[in-house]
């Protein structure tokens, strides 16, 4: 009986049901595209932040004391310790290997080009490094500086070629893109090794007053075959909180797998230091505090965006399905002059609720999956994920708000005498 | 007349009113929060990323900008013909601008970075610089000076130490005022005042140079290109260079978030449209009863219809005003919570939001212009 009331009552007279389905799929599909997006947007602006740079700085631990100026070292090659090239691949052995984006070896070596003082800064532009596991990764400035732009093209990967910095470029006019230069290590030196330039960058910082060639050539010019002597590592960290500052010593066991387990910065440094032996790992604190903050700040907005979202989607449902059932008065009060009782009512009434609910939420989260992949797509280039999980959540938000919806006026029907309704008044 | 009718139909049916008022406040305090929040964002997020640091940097242009132990000689800048330039443009606004002197001088043998600027400035500069020790507050302060972690280590320095500085045949005794941690290059440096660095190298005419400034910008990528732009126009024998990993990172960034945000909010907005536009068009409906009882003594349908298109346009003008002001509040405390700092309310919210809710509280009342085709008696028998 109970069933074919509801069921009757679909049927019937579809056209008020439609007001509150349209509402709940549509506040459904806000819901979803925004809780989606929020899930989904730690990890993406994390990676997107990643165009400043790399966030960690190796050095060899025993090294002397840079003498460093705009990023230029000029230290003697002779002076200072230098770091194994060939161990680089167990970077991506650690723990959070995934979360290793790049990394990037730098050595300076200061020498003559073409007769003048210039810094020759050897490093790799898209280097294939062998894993351990047997597979290789393709890393280099490509990944670590994505700022750094070319004209002309990069030099191959241990070909004598080179690539000017665009102030060198200007204060030696004679030298054009497709020419050679001659390096040698000191006036003394006799070895002259000729590089074809390629193209010209413009990095914004102190290598465009440099050279830019190989890691092999300039492990060759500077002698230090399989050496560097600065590592760039950009890696996807979690923002830094009151835990991952604390002192791992001090930790307890369980908290200090936790915190080993988490991307911290902290701990993805520690597992560097644990696989590279002899070296020194620094935060670079700028990039790394401003990154903290932000991702935190813009993840707690999009929270709050995301729950006016769901407000909002909430106050649709409950205000149509209170209007649905506020029009519906004259049907209450002749239930309840044929005798129905108030919580008879309000179970027609509340299952009806539901039943739109679920088919509302379902449409209603079909299309904010599709909403939010178009909205992942339209801003960091690639669609959102699509999350299972959400679909309950979704179905019983819709649920909750539909009986929310319609609890007050079903309350106010209750204390309806059924006489005054029918006559109308 | 007129208004006095108005006044009874908002007054006599307060019950059915209530739950469209709801609808309305409700949607305009979240329609005037987020697009409050849309607006003032921005310009949090700009002063967020300073924390990066400077952004533009003064040269004295192409030729080497450090004073090399002895080479070549030194390009410089006259400290006061750049300051001046500086201090005299404020366009966006500015957080910090400090001038640098290098020197490589000697600590025993070893050869050491010291860089000579305006340490106050430089603290604005690099918020992110952790310091064990006290600071040094004053720009002419030629007594004390701050060493990078790295040189702390090196030559086994504390606050409190003294520290013998030589360039060349002059020197300086400091005392060490603090170590700082910046996990970049600075951490290989000693940080002195402008004046201990110029004197210290004064045998060769530095007095009053400077080798570079250093500046942090608050602003759009397309704010921060004007600016340098202008800065160029000031000082034309000298370069200014945005610094490109910084600008562009951050120009793309803020637009990927601003988009995601509009994005957001821009949905939101049309689901509350749709949210108030469904409750007023119920709402109209109800009011049928009352179009046949009004058409039935004579009124003319354009009048009806006129008196409940100002009923639900006052309505939508109060509840519109209403919720504006507690979605400024509300986006007052989100601003607090999320940034610590409050996002200031922008005025265009206030037309904004109130023309929004009224245009929708009339569009939903539209549909009783169909009504004025029905015949009184048939609503009147409640055959509709």
Redesign the interface.
């Known amino acids: 009986m109970f069933a074919r009331l509801v069921g009757e009552s679909f049927v019937r007279n579809p056209r008020r049901k439609v ?1 509150t389905a ?2 709940l799929v ?2 459904m599909a ?1 819901a979803t ?2 809780l989606t ?1 929020a899930l989904d ?1 730690g990890d993406r ?1 994390a990676r ?2 990643r ?3 790399a966030n960690l ?1 190796v050095t060899p631990q025993s090294d ?8 230029v070292d ?1 230290r003697p090659v002779d002076e200072g310790s230098y770091l194994p090239e060939a161990d680089l691949g167990k970077l991506k052995t650690i723990f959070w290997r995934h979360n290793i984006v790049g990394f990037t070896p730098f050595l300076d070596v200061p020498a003559l080009v073409n007769n003048t ?1 210039v810094t020759v800064i050897g490093t790799w532009y898209a280097h294939d490094v062998p894993v351990p596991d047997g597979s290789t990764f393709k890393t280099g400035v490509s990944i670590t ?3 750094w ?1 070319i004209s002309g093209r990069w030099f191959n990967d241990g070909a004598d070629e080179c690539v000017m910095g665009m ?1 060198f470029a ?2 030696h006019p004679e030298v054009a893109v497709g020419q050679t230069v001659y390096v040698a290590e000191d006036e003394i030196s006799s070895s002259l090794t000729p590089l074809v330039v390629t193209g010209v960058v ?4 102190a290598e465009d ?1 440099g050279i830019l060639v190989p890691l092999s050539v300039a492990q060759k010019i500077s002698g230090h075959a399989g050496e560097f002597r600065q590592l760039f590592v950009s890696a996807l960290t979690k923002p830094a909180d009151a835990f991952s500052e604390r002192d791992p010593q001090s930790m307890t066991p369980t908290e200090y797998d936790r915190w080993f387990c988490s991307p911290y910065i902290s701990s993805i440094s520690l597992q560097i230091r644990q696989v590279l032996p002899g070296v020194d790992v ?9 990154e903290g ?2 991702l935190s ?2 993840g ?3 929270w ?3 729950l ?2 769901l ?3 909430a ?2 449902v409950a ?2 399905s ?3 059932i ?2 519906r008065r004259a049907e209450v009060g002749i239930m309840k002059a044929i005798g129905a009782t108030n919580v008879l009512v309000a179970g027609i009434f509340l299952a009806e609720q539901v039943m739109l609910a679920i088919a509302g939420g379902a449409i209603g989260f079909v299309l904010g999956v599709g ?1 939010a992949r178009i ?1 992942g797509q ?3 280039g690639t669609p959102a994920s699509v999350r299972i999980v959400l679909l309950p959540v979704v179905l019983g938000l819709a649920a909750i708000v539909a009986i929310l919806g319609c609890l007050i006026p079903l309350r106010r029907a209750a204390r309806f005498d059924p006489a005054p309704i029918l006559r ?1 008044e | 007349m007129f208004a006095r009718l108005l006044w009874k139909l908002l007054l006599g049916s307060r019950g059915r009113l209530s739950v469209a008022i709801v609808a309305i406040v409700s949607g305009a305090a979240v329609i005037s929060a987020l697009m409050n929040l849309d607006l003032g964002v921005e310009y949090r997020l700009t002063q967020e990323f300073r924390t990066l640091g400077a952004n533009l940097v003064i040269s004295p242009g192409r030729a080497a900008q450090s004073v090399d132990a002895g080479t070549a000689s030194p390009v410089l800048m006259g400290q006061d013909t750049v300051m001046r330039a500086i201090e005299q443009m404020r366009a966006p606004e500015q957080v910090a601008a400090a001038p640098y002197l290098y020197v490589i001088a000697r600590v025993g043998d070893t050869p050491v970075v010291v860089a000579g600027t305006w340490l106050d400035e430089a603290r604005k500069l690099a918020p992110t610089w952790k310091l064990e020790g006290s600071w040094v507050a004053s720009r002419d302060d030629i007594a004390h000076c701050l060493v990078g972690r790295n040189v702390a280590r090196q030559f086994n320095l504390a606050p409190g130490s003294t520290l013998n500085l030589k360039y060349i045949d002059s020197s300086a005794q400091l005392t060490v005022a603090g170590v700082l941690d910046s996990g970049g290059p600075d951490d290989n440096q000693i940080f002195a005042s402008l004046p201990i660095v110029q004197r210290l190298a004064k045998l060769r005419g530095l007095e009053g140079q400077i080798g570079l400034v250093q500046l942090s910008v608050q602003g759009t990528a397309a704010e921060i290109s004007a600016y340098a732009a202008q800065l160029a126009k000031a000082l034309p024998q000298f370069e200014v260079r945005p610094i490109r990993q910084v600008t562009e990172a951050e120009g793309a960034m803020l637009g990927r978030i601003r988009l995601l945000i509009f994005s957001m909010v821009l949905l939101i907005l049309v689901l509350t449209a749709l949210c108030v536009l469904a409750t007023m068009a119920a709402l109209a409906m109800e009011r049928r009863e009352d179009v046949g009882l009004m058409k039935a003594l004579g009124g003319s349908i354009s009048r009806i219809v006129g008196l409940f298109l100002a009923e639900v346009g006052a309505l939508g003008a109060a509840g519109g005003l209403i919720g504006c002001v507690v979605g400024l509040a509300l986006s007052h405390w989100m601003g607090e919570r999320v940034f610590g700092a409050v996002i200031a309310a922008r005025w265009e919210v206030f037309p904004l939001t109130v023309g929004l809710m009224v245009i929708v509280a009339l569009a939903g009342a539209l549909p009783l212009r169909l009504l004025g085709k029905v015949k009184p008696a048939v609503i009147l028998r409640g055959e509709m």
């Open positions: 007001l349209a509402a549509v506040g806000v595209s925004t997006v947007v602006l997107e932040f165009s400043f740079g700085l002397t004391l840079p003498v460093e100026i705009g990023g000029y003082q500086h994505p700022w732009k102030a200007a204060s413009s990095t914004g910082d007053k620094r935060t670079i604190r700028r990039v790394a505090d401003t903050r932000i700040h813009v707690m907005l999009l709050m965006v995301t006016a979202a407000l909002a989607a106050l649709a205000a149509t209170a209007t649905t506020l029009e909403l909205l339209s801003v960091f109308g």
